[in-house]
């Protein structure tokens, strides 16, 4: 990759190591992979003070910070019940998971091509936390690698634990954490039957936007079929096409608020580009581009949430530099 010359005489780079991260799909990600994912996360971070610079956005509310630690001693599954609770959602379908962080203060952003294997990890840089994040997959097995980090935030907010049996522990409970939080047992007990056809679990699977894979193992979950039923459902799922893909699922992948607002659709809408913020920030724009989603270059068809037509008003200090400290992956 080739950098700007200011790259190297600009603002220091957040401290940020490669032996401190745990990534998602270590085994198949090589030391280039690895070492382009902390890079990202460091881009990332420079780009997000940047915004901060010149728009309001949500904060991370401390009083979320005090009750997560409450629930960080629980089971994955319990603490997934408590923050639907505290956060309002209910037991039915999530909305944007994109969004729906994004209003809680948790930054989210993309991962360049080289660095999309390690598919997804999170950290807190400065009290905010972040989640990067790879489209490499399917929209709905996105919306889980954010439910996922989510647990990890969450769940293991001062541990990064390297040890094998100890990562894998955490692993399994990040996503049982996002298992519940995206598909609650309570749900599927009360809209699945017992048993139920492979025309009803793709029915749930749309209605709550998560991948009919899934769907069958939240029904194992919930005891609504048992081993046998579970064997016979996946191998069902898998003659369609669901073990590689998502027949007939989302046609795109969750939009951002913020980088929409940002960088608008339309000419007119825009309130900067990423041309610009490359520029300042003396880094590729084709990385400013992947971070952000490409949301100034690929136009959706689909509708989304409405976008304030006022331009965000900027802070009056601009956020400190800090060390970014990645929890998972």
């Known amino acids: 990759m080739q950098m700007p010359t200011g790259f190297f005489s600009d603002t220091p780079l957040p401290n940020l190591s490669v032996d ?7 085994r198949r990600a090589s030391a280039v992979h690895r070492h382009a994912a902390v890079a990202a996360g460091m881009f990332g971070v420079m780009i ?10 949500p904060s991370w509310y401390e009083g979320n910070a005090a009750a997560i630690e409450e629930l ?3 089971d994955p599954v319990l603490t997934a019940q408590a923050l639907r609770l505290m956060w309002g959602l209910g037991e039915g379908p999530l909305p944007n998971m994109v969004q729906l962080c994004e209003s809680k203060g948790i930054r989210v952003y993309g991962l360049p091509p080289v660095a999309e294997v390690v598919d997804a990890f999170s950290g807190w840089s400065d009290g905010t936390p972040y989640i990067f994040l790879s489209r490499r997959k399917t929209p709905e097995r996105s919306r889980f690698d954010i439910a996922h980090e989510l647990g990890h935030l969450i769940l293991h907010t001062t541990s990064v634990d390297s040890n094998a049996e100890a990562h894998h522990r955490q692993e399994e409970d ?7 939080l995206l598909a609650p047992a309570s749900s599927v007990a009360g809209l699945l039957p017992r048993q139920p056809s492979v025309d009803r679990v793709l029915t749930f699977r ?8 899934m769907t069958a193992k939240a029904l194992l979950r919930s005891g609504r079929i048992d081993d046998a039923g579970y064997r ?9 096409g669901f073990r590689s893909g998502e027949p007939g699922g989302m046609a795109q992948h969750e939009r951002s608020r913020i980088f929409t607002h940002i960088f608008g659709t339309e000419a007119a809408e825009k309130r900067t580009s990423a041309d610009r913020l490359a520029e300042e920030l003396s880094l590729p724009v084709t990385d400013v581009h992947a971070l952000t989603f490409g949301t ?9 949430s ?3 037509a006022h331009p965000m008003p900027a802070p009056t200090q601009p956020l400190k530099g800090s060390r970014l400290r990645l929890v998972k992956g």
Do not use: K
């Not at 401190?20 to 270590?26: C, I, K, L, S």
């Not at 997000?48 to 956005?57: E, G, L, Y």
């Not at 749309?206 to 894979?213: G, H, I």
């Open 20 to 26: 401190d991260v745990n990534f998602r799909a270590g």
């Open 48 to 57: 997000d003070r940047w915004i901060s610079r010149h728009f309001t956005r």
């Open 72 to 74: 960080e001693t629980t």
């Open 174 to 180: 990040a996503d049982r954490f996002a298992a519940e």
């Open 206 to 213: 749309s209605q709550f936007r998560v991948s009919a894979m």
């Open 232 to 240: 016979r459902l996946c191998s069902a799922l898998a003659r369609r």
């Open 296 to 304: 100034q270059v690929h136009a959706v068809d689909t509708p989304t």
């Open 306 to 308: 409405p976008v304030s």
